[in-house]
């Protein structure tokens, strides 16, 4: 009989990255292929590369080499960021058989399958067929809504990378939908680059969309992935009355001074993002805003600095990315004046994550006491040996007292928030009703 190939694919950077990699495993299951583990063996390498900063080029980088030596007979096939803008460097790699630009990564399975003759192989058993999410560790699935952005942030790479703007087709997205609730999915996530301007290219808008998706399936639980603080549809906090979407935001600010908004031609003034949280958290229960700050921009001052920690601490983030300012080779920023070190990038990006830190305490104590319906997740580094882990509604993590055969990953949890863990990490819960 002859042996099924097996795949390897390693995903970088964004959401959407990961959202296009599910699509690309389904893909390869289709035509017969099993999915390898890092440490196992694989036929094929498919490396969905990031660059919107330079430490995520130089970990796509170093991962691929790290792949070649671990599978020296394996063929690499690269996309993403990094391979669309930095094409004819990555083709030296050793080991590289294919590059496929960021404009073709749709048809990445059809084009791989060309190019290298890939083999089609008859599904073994119905087992073989079950959705590649759950094969590769995990219970959430990325949905991909639309790609590029028509805007451009002076500091963004992505533009470059990903082109304009372009939306999936809706009954796509629904099909896609109904399709992982067929599968067994409790949870999706809805992601692009530029997500709140969904329905630029076709017609209607993201609320249009989130409407459809919560009456056209039977999905759990539905959350939307990194939005922009601006062009948000009318209705839209309305759409949270379905406690289906879950009131969890990831509203991305970069900067808390709009002197440094206005050098990275943002959008959204502090003034704006402050009443756009307002109003949602006025609207929707126990909404958790999280955001990404960048520090170190091209001639942010000490002035501005610290006018962007107050910002923060105002806004009550329930958890803060920051980032040190990478010039990428490309955009407007890496040729703006007085560029930061990078030891006072380093000292503002430590400053800031203690920040969170506090802030992040502040909200997990204002949910001690609660109760909440927590999807269990595969447990990952820190708590106790048989701990259960999920995140709330509003995207929290908690680790759950208990044995790890009270429920399967993947089930849906009626929990106690009664603390928070030792470490700082996250929540503490205990299981409190029947399992769904």
């Known amino acids: 009989m002859r042996t099924r190939p097996r795949v390897l694919l390693k995903s970088f950077g964004c959401r959407l990255n990961e959202a296009e990699l599910e699509d690309w495993a389904q893909g390869f299951r289709a035509r017969g292929f099993d999915l390898a583990g890092d440490a196992g063996p694989a036929d094929l390498v498919v490396i969905n590369t990031c660059a919107v900063t330079a430490e995520a080029a130089r970990k796509s980088r170093q991962w691929l080499r790290r792949a070649h030596r671990a599978h020296p007979h394996a063929r ?52 073989e067929a079950a959705n590649p999410l759950f094969a590769r560790g995990r219970q959430r699935a990325f949905i991909k809504v639309q790609d590029g952005c028509r805007h451009a942030c002076t500091f963004c790479v992505t533009t470059l990378a990903r082109g304009p703007e372009r939306d999936r087709p809706l009954p796509e997205i629904i099909d896609a939908v109904n399709r992982s609730v067929a599968d067994g999915v409790r949870e999706v996530l809805l992601t692009g680059v530029h997500l709140g301007g969904y329905g630029s290219t076709l017609g209607g808008d993201l609320a249009v969309l989130v409407r459809a998706v919560l009456a056209e399936t039977q999905i759990p639980r539905l959350r939307l992935g990194s939005l922009e ?31 440094v908004l206005r050098r990275m031609a943002r959008r959204c003034k ?9 109003l949602g958290r006025a609207t929707v229960p126990g909404l958790n805003l999280s955001t990404d700050i960048i520090a170190g921009f091209p001639g942010e001052t000490e002035a501005e600095w610290q006018e962007t920690l107050g910002f923060v601490a105002a806004m009550g983030f329930g958890q803060v990315h920051c980032f040190a300012y990478s010039p990428r080779a490309g955009t407007r920023a890496a040729g703006l004046p007085n560029q930061v070190d990078a030891d006072t990038k380093r000292a503002r990006v430590l400053e800031l994550k203690d920040l969170a830190d506090q802030l992040q305490w502040q909200v997990f104590a204002s949910q001690v006491g609660r109760d909440c319906r927590v999807l269990r997740e595969a447990q990952p580094r820190g708590g106790r040996p048989g701990d259960l882990f999920g995140y709330t509604p509003n995207y929290l993590p908690v680790r759950i007292d208990g044995h790890p055969d009270a429920a399967a990953v993947g089930e849906i949890l009626e929990v106690k928030i009664r603390g928070i863990d030792a470490d700082g990490g996250a929540l503490r819960g205990y299981l409190n009703g029947p399992v769904g």
């Open 270 to 278: 502090t003034e704006d993002f402050a009443q756009l949280a307002a």
């Open 76 to 127: 690499l096939v690269l996309s993403g960021c990094l391979a669309s803008l930095e094409a004819a460097d990555l083709a030296r790699e050793s080991g590289v058989a294919l590059l496929i630009d960021n404009r073709d990564k749709d048809r990445l399975v059809a084009l791989a399958a060309a190019a290298l003759d890939l083999p089609v192989i008859a599904q073994l058993s119905s087992e």
């Open 229 to 259: 603080p601006w062009d948000l549809p009318d209705g839209f906090w309305d759409l949270f009355a379905d406690p289906r979407l879950l009131p969890h935001l990831h509203l991305p600010l970069q900067s808390g001074a709009d002197s």
